[in-house]
C-alpha cells in the first residue's frame, strides 16, 4: 500500500520561494501513475497545483504555471514542489498524492496527510 | 472561481438520500471520467467514487457515481452522521490539460 508523506518548511517570507517534498513508499515513482501536488486554503477548496510523470513528463495549472516546478528524485523515491514569488494568497494546506492521468480523468488515487504553508515576515 | 460549479451546501435526514450535483462542460465533465472524493474537516480528501462510477475497494454501495452530459451526480442512501463532510468532484480538463475541481459541497445530516 502506497504512502505519500509531505515535508518542508511551514514559513516562508512574501516574495521567497516555497519548497516542499514528498516521500512515497510502497511504489516505485518511475512505474505507473502521476506524482502530483493539490493544495486547499483555510477554509476553501481544492486547487490542483501539477504533476510529473515517470520524472519527466509534467503537467501544471495555467494559474500557476509560471511559477511552479515539479522534479522527481527516483533515487530517493521522492518527488518535490517548488513555487516561486509566494504571496499571502498561496497559504494554505499542501497535499502531495498518486494520480492516474488524463485518459482516466486525473483521478486521485491517494493523498498525503498534507502539510500546511504559512506565508508571512 | 472553480472550473466545476457545485452548490455550497446539502442537508438531508438520517436514513434518507442525497444527491450532490457537479456542473462542467463539453471540455471538461462530458468527455471525460469524473472523481469524487469526501474530505473530513481537518483530514485529507479521500476518492469515493473514480470513472465515473466505480467505487474504490472498502467504499460501500450507499455511495453512487452518474453523469448525463456535462453534469455528474453524486448520490448517497441510507445517511449516517458519519457521512457529514465537504464533497468534491474532479476530473480532467482538456481545454486546460489540467485536473479540475468543484468549490465543494458541504453535507449536513440532521
Known amino acids: 500500500q502506497v504512502e505519500l508523506q509531505e515535508s518542508g518548511p511551514g514559513l516562508v517570507k512574501p516574495a521567497g520561494t516555497l519548497s516542499l517534498t514528498c516521500s512515497v513508499s510502497g511504489h516505485s515513482i518511475s512505474r505507473n501513475y502521476y506524482w502530483g501536488w493539490i493544495r486547499q486554503p483555510p477554509g476553501k477548496g481544492l486547487e490542483w497545483i501539477g504533476a510529473i510523470y515517470q520524472s519527466v513528463i509534467t503537467y501544471y495549472n495555467p494559474s500557476l504555471k509560471s511559477r511552479v516546478i515539479i522534479s522527481g528524485d527516483t533515487s530517493n523515491n521522492q518527488f518535490s514542489l517548488t513555487l516561486t514569488s509566494v504571496t499571502a494568497a498561496d497559504a494554505a494546506t499542501y497535499y502531495c498524492?498518486?494520480?492516474?492521468?488524463?485518459?482516466?480523468?486525473?483521478?486521485?488515487?491517494?493523498w498525503g496527510k498534507g502539510t500546511t504553508v504559512t506565508v508571512s515576515s | 472561481q472553480s472550473v466545476l460549479t457545485q452548490s455550497p451546501s446539502v442537508s438531508a435526514a438520517a436514513g434518507q438520500k442525497v444527491t450532490i450535483s457537479c456542473s462542467g462542460s463539453g471540455s471538461n465533465i462530458e468527455n471525460n471520467y469524473v472523481s469524487w472524493y469526501q474530505q473530513v474537516p481537518g483530514t485529507a480528501p479521500k476518492l469515493l467514487i473514480f470513472?465515473?462510477?466505480k467505487r474504490p475497494s472498502g467504499i460501500p454501495d450507499r455511495f453512487s457515481g452518474s453523469k448525463s452530459g456535462t453534469s455528474a451526480t453524486l448520490g448517497i442512501t441510507g445517511l449516517q452522521t458519519g457521512d457529514e463532510a465537504d464533497y468534491y468532484c474532479?476530473?480532467?480538463?482538456?481545454?486546460?490539460?489540467?485536473?479540475?475541481f468543484g468549490g465543494g459541497t458541504k453535507l449536513t445530516v440532521l
Open positions: 470513472d465515473t462510477n
Open positions: 498524492a498518486r494520480s492516474q492521468g488524463p485518459a482516466f480523468g486525473g483521478v486521485i488515487v491517494a
Open positions: 474532479g476530473t480532467w480538463d482538456n481545454s486546460l490539460s489540467a485536473v479540475v
